[in-house]
């Protein structure tokens, strides 16, 4: 079950997106259930009291609550759910990054670009299950990829830093890089020791990226010319053409 969150101020927009999305659901044999918000304020009330969404259609502009406070405050509480922007003005895109949108999409919205919005959304989502497979000890273990932080590579060892424990496995990290291409989660090789997971940069500087747990790490003199142009590209999939 696909389970999604709808929110605008305008009661026939959010009418006419919940209308469109249970056509679709039911054109692609998807199980979709809606609830609909008419505040920001609300959705994230109801976020942080414990209810879960796997897409997130959000209007920036609400009178009460905008919809980028209201994202971040969804985001202390939930790092995955997949927040698209529906929005009458381009100007806030660059503004949104910071809650790190999943797509936008342009009012007034016409069904194929829904369609072709929520058949990508309903693809990321199947790849949260995911999961970053190794021996160590003689037991296998399995780590979900959407949990993970970074790779660490010290001496022998790789460190695996999740949002709450680090685990470790004796390898290279070069062989982790190549395993990890046929996930549809993006790493970035930011150094020789460090393969960095994007969904949890915060953010970029010249010579260093933040993590969302506020880490530092460094980028190497070498890959810093790379690293920026694929940071840039990937935060160039948040649009959606017209």
């Known amino acids: 079950m696909i389970n999604v969150a709808i929110c605008d101020d305008d009661i026939a927009t959010t009418g006419k997106i919940e209308e469109m999305l249970c056509r679709i659901a039911k054109k692609c044999f998807i199980p979709a259930e809606t609830e609909v918000f008419w505040d920001g304020k609300d959705l994230a009330d109801a976020v942080e009291g414990g209810s879960r969404y796997d897409i997130i259609f959000l209007d920036i502009e609400m009178e009460r609550e905008d919809g980028i406070t209201a994202a971040q405050k969804i985001r202390k509480v939930d790092k995955n759910t997949l927040i698209i922007y529906v929005t009458s003005h381009e100007s806030y895109m660059q503004e949104s990054f910071i809650v790190r949108p999943f797509r936008f999409l342009l009012k007034p919205i016409n069904e194929m670009q829904m369609e072709a919005c929520f058949g990508v959304a309903c693809e990321e989502i199947s790849s949260f299950d995911s999961y970053f497979r190794y021996s160590y000890q003689r037991i296998n273990h399995k780590v979900p990829i959407r949990d993970i932080l ?7 060892k790789v460190y695996i830093v999740t ?9 290279k990290l070069n062989d982790i890089e190549k395993s990890l291409k046929a996930s549809k989660t993006a790493f970035l090789r930011v150094h020789q020791s460090f393969l960095v997971n994007y969904k949890h940069v915060d953010g970029l500087a010249y010579d260093f990226i933040i993590m969302d747990n506020g880490k530092r790490v460094s980028i190497s003199e070498d890959r810093r010319r790379q690293i920026s ?3 840039c590209a990937m935060e160039d999939t948040f649009y959606v053409d017209r």
Do not use: A
Not at 150 to 156: D, H, L, N, Q
Not at 163 to 171: N, P, T
């Open 150 to 156: 970074y790779f660490e590579s010290k001496r022998r």
């Open 163 to 171: 949002e709450k424990e680090v685990l470790e496995l004796y390898g």
């Open 229 to 231: 142009e694929q940071y």
